[in-house]
T-cell receptor, first 113, second 116 residues
């Protein structure tokens, strides 16, 4: 078990709604990343936060946004939900420049109806 | 751009027989490569990591991988499969991103089935 926790574990929303997913990083880790894993696929990088600033973004539209807090916890917000947003959302934490590994949380499974 | 290709989407072995999961990478410089495992309804767990210190990398649960630059490969092996090894395995390359690293690029995954 890693020290990365996510909430909620499961979530059902309807198209057009907004959702906020939460993540607590492993103790001492200052970088948090979010990944989307659609069914049957590998995780795709959404964005990364370091020192409360977005520091890298994958191929996701602006309706995917995030926050990192001073305690290094993080939120992923998705506006105007679409059916294709249904996926497992994974939070990952790491310590930048340490060469150390990235640890993943168990994920939040989002279903958009 | 860096990428990884997992050559098999499904691999089935018998318990006690060797495991080989194949991965090729594409990188313009010396990459950081990883193997992660994902059990059903569980998060991703790091199996092992290569960062140029040694070409043969030993990981957890008896897994190891060999970095072969001439073949641009990073195959995952285990001498003897156990039923608990049944899971999805991802080959991953790290892409540096500005001053902070750790954008991970995942392969499409290999589903390992272990038959009794």
């Amino acid at each position: 078990e890693t020290g990365v926790t996510q909430s909620p574990t499961h979530l059902i929303k309807t198209r057009g709604q907004q959702v906020t997913l939460r993540c607590s990083s492993q103790s001492g880790h200052n970088t948090v990343s979010w990944y989307q894993q659609a069914l049957g696929q590998g995780p795709q990088f959404i964005f990364q936060y370091y020192r409360e600033e977005e520091n890298g973004r994958g191929n996701f539209p602006p309706r995917f946004s995030g926050l990192q807090f001073p305690n290094y916890s993080s939120e992923l917000n998705v506006n105007a939900l679409e059916l294709d947003d249904s996926a497992l959302y994974l939070c990952a934490s790491s310590l930048v420049a340490s060469g150390g590994p990235t640890y993943f949380g168990p994920g939040t499974r989002l279903l958009v109806l | 751009a860096q990428s990884v290709t997992q050559l098999d989407s499904h691999v089935s072995v018998s318990e006690g027989t060797p495991v080989l999961l194949r991965c090729n990478y594409s990188s313009s410089y010396s990459p950081s490569l990883f193997w992660y495992v994902q059990h059903p309804n569980k998060g991703l767990q790091l199996l092992l990591k290569y960062t140029s210190a040694a070409t043969l990398v030993k990981g957890i649960n008896g897994f190891e991988a060999e970095f072969k630059k001439s073949e641009t490969s990073f195959h995952l092996t285990k001498p003897s499969a156990h039923m608990s090894d049944a899971a999805e395995y991802f080959c991953v390359v790290s892409e540096g991103y500005g001053g902070a690293t750790n954008k991970l690029i995942f392969g499409t995954g290999t589903l390992l089935a272990v038959q009794p």
